[in-house]
């Protein structure tokens, strides 16, 4: 009788231990999440302050002060001066036709590679890892012989096929993890019905492979967006050039406009934040998609 009662009284004790555990691990998880979004948007919130300074607040080393008296006209000045809309045109003629490039390529190749039942399959699919670990730098001076032989150096096109070409690996691994996980059947059920493989392809798994496309348009987008070494390289008309050469519009040879370059490169910055905070979820739930399901 004693050690029923022992025992009976032990349940309540042991659940409040665990429930006490349960607790400290959830606070520990929360500060380390409050930490990790500080120090994330820290740098965007100083990049904000920095933008509405003048060149004596900004050269007088008060990194972490706030603005005495807020230089809205730097923003003024970026979109006058540093031709702005200029160069956002450029960034979102060459993200999108990059964007559209590796969407139809990498599709089309991950089809092969998940669906089709070849020899060759899985010789294609680690060549496309290969490339992932290609540094961009190494292939700088051999594309601009190319380019030049070419004679499409100093145009869009010298600077849109090589961010297909390597954007295009990690949008084949995205997108063959997740059509590797589509059951056959639906495919056999439609060569019944008399589709050929391009029917299918275009009606069937392009409509469920819409999350991770999404995944992969975002993640080009982001990496496209900002990218200076290819475009500096390749580009020399002014005409052409896009949006992260806009903070030389600032530099003159006895003066820099701080205050200006940083109300820039907000305005810059802006277009990849909002859309990565509006499709946030659409990027991790395609990346499970082709993670775990393949």
């Known amino acids: 009788m004693s050690q029923t009662i022992r025992v009976a009284g032990a349940k309540p004790v042991l659940q409040t231990v665990q429930k006490r555990k349960l607790g400290l691990v959830k606070i520990i998880v929360i500060l380390g999440l409050s930490i990790l979004f500080v120090t994330q948007l ?10 509405l300074k003048n060149n004596e607040e900004i050269l007088s080393g008060s990194f972490f002060s706030l603005p005495a008296s807020p230089q809205w006209v730097n923003f003024k000045d970026a979109i006058a001066s540093g031709n702005y809309f200029k160069y956002l045109y450029n960034s979102i003629f060459v993200t999108s036709v990059t964007m559209v490039g590796v969407l139809l390529l990498s599709s089309l190749a991950s089809f092969a590679i998940s669906r ?5 399959g899985q010789a294609v699919m680690v060549i496309f890892l290969i490339g992932m670990m290609i540094p961009m730098q190494a292939t700088l001076l051999p594309l601009m012989i190319i380019f030049k032989n070419m004679n499409i150096l100093n145009t869009h096109l010298s600077i849109i096929l090589p961010y297909i070409a390597f954007q295009t690996p990690i949008a084949v691994f995205i997108l063959s993890g997740f059509m590797k996980s589509i059951p056959h059947e639906i495919e056999e059920s439609a060569v019944v019905d008399g589709a050929g493989v391009f029917r299918i ?5 392009l409509p469920i492979s819409v999350p991770p496309m999404m995944t992969v348009c975002i993640l080009t987008f982001i990496n496209i967006w ?5 475009a500096a390289t390749f580009l020399s008309s002014e005409k052409l050039k896009t949006l992260p050469f806009g903070v030389y519009s600032f530099v003159s040879q006895y003066s820099v406009n701080y205050g200006a370059i940083g109300a820039f490169l907000v305005l810059g910055a802006l277009p990849v934040i909002v859309i990565y905070f509006l499709l946030a979820d659409k990027i991790t739930k395609g990346m499970v998609a082709g993670a775990v399901k393949g």
């Open 42 to 51: 820290y740098p965007l919130l100083w990049l904000l302050l920095y933008s």
């Open 116 to 120: 089709f039942r070849w020899k060759y």
């Open 201 to 205: 392809f275009r009606s069937i798994i």
């Open 226 to 230: 900002n990218e200076y070494i290819m």
